[in-house]
């Protein structure tokens, strides 16, 4: 198992950006939609990218928004990678080609398979090369990230066992993480990266607490470690 990497998501402010640079996120995400409870303007996103250092990455979260407009932001934020999380086609992901797209998929046990053949069949006839990562979501909550409701991994597991992520780009999950159960989830789909907002926050929406954070990447890290250390 390699390590797991780590997105802390719906950032509003530079200091929580700081905060998840220093506790060794892989990721800073921002939102770009208007109404939603962490959404951002350019300007402090800005501000926002100014306190992540190289190698780690900037992803933008966008919901149904022009293509041309979201490259508009990738241009003004020189963000690394993009999130669709709304109902974005595969030929929306080829019109940004070659952002690199990470597209939201919301965990519906009964449909789960059926979606995931249609992106499989998509990078089949479109390419498709910058479908960088699939992202799995909690079903139904009518918000795009941060709903705080628990997923349901154990669709997700039983969709590995049928063999349904073959030939997919890496898996990031997603919904209602925190630190206290992230490592059992990790240990049970061994994902190539997870994906946290709410989690990481106190009573106000939007501001993250560092030491949830640091707690939230420790948890990962641990688990990360001891699976690797495990014989075959």
């Given at each position: 198992?390699?390590?797991?990497?780590?997105?802390?998501?719906?950032?509003?402010?530079?200091?929580?950006?700081?905060?998840?640079?220093?506790?060794?996120?892989?990721?800073?995400?921002?939102?770009?939609?208007?109404?939603?409870?962490?959404?951002?303007?350019?300007?402090?996103?800005?501000?926002?990218?100014?306190?992540?250092?190289?190698?780690?990455q900037l992803v933008g979260l966008f919901v149904d928004a022009d293509p041309l407009a979201i490259r508009d932001v990738v241009r003004?934020?020189?963000?690394?990678?993009?999130?669709?999380?709304?109902?974005?086609?595969?030929?929306?992901?080829?019109?940004?080609?070659?952002?690199?797209?990470?597209?939201?998929?919301?965990?519906?046990?009964?449909?789960?398979?059926?979606?995931?053949?249609?992106?499989?069949?998509?990078?089949?006839?479109?390419?498709l090369t910058n479908l960088a990562g699939l992202l799995m979501e909690t079903a139904g909550t009518g918000v795009p990230g941060g709903?705080?409701?628990?997923?349901?991994?154990?669709?997700?597991?039983?969709?590995?066992?049928?063999?349904?992520?073959?030939?997919?780009?890496?898996?990031?999950?997603?919904?209602?993480?925190?630190?206290?159960?992230?490592?059992?989830?990790?240990?049970?789909?061994?994902?190539?990266?997870?994906?946290?907002?709410?989690?990481?926050?106190?009573?106000?929406?939007?501001?993250?607490?560092?030491?949830?954070i640091a707690t939230f990447v420790k948890a990962v890290a641990a688990t990360s470690n001891a699976e690797r250390r495990m014989p075959?």
């Amino acid at each position: 198992m390699s390590r797991t990497r780590i997105k802390i998501c719906g950032i509003t402010r530079p200091q929580d950006a700081a905060a998840a640079v220093a506790a060794g996120a892989d990721a800073v995400g921002m939102v770009f939609h208007v109404g939603a409870a962490r959404g951002i303007t350019v300007e402090q996103a800005r501000e926002i990218a100014a306190q992540v250092p190289a190698f780690v990455q900037l992803v933008g979260l966008f919901v149904d928004a022009d293509p041309l407009a979201i490259r508009d932001v990738v241009r003004q934020v020189h963000l690394s990678a993009v999130q669709l999380s709304g109902h974005e086609s595969p030929e929306v992901v080829a019109r940004l080609q070659p952002i690199p797209v990470i597209k939201s998929v919301p965990v519906d046990g009964i449909r789960l398979s059926d979606l995931l053949k249609l992106w499989k069949d998509a990078i089949a006839k479109l390419g498709l090369t910058n479908l960088a990562g699939l992202l799995m979501e909690t079903a139904g909550t009518g918000v795009p990230g941060g709903s705080g409701v628990v997923n349901d991994f154990v669709a997700i597991a039983e969709a590995q066992k049928r063999g349904d992520f073959t030939g997919l780009p890496p898996i990031i999950i997603a919904g209602g993480l925190h630190p206290q159960n992230v490592g059992e989830v990790v240990k049970l789909l061994k994902p190539y990266a997870v994906d946290v907002s709410s989690g990481v926050e106190g009573l106000v929406k939007g501001q993250k607490l560092p030491e949830k954070i640091a707690t939230f990447v420790k948890a990962v890290a641990a688990t990360s470690n001891a699976e690797r250390r495990m014989p075959n």
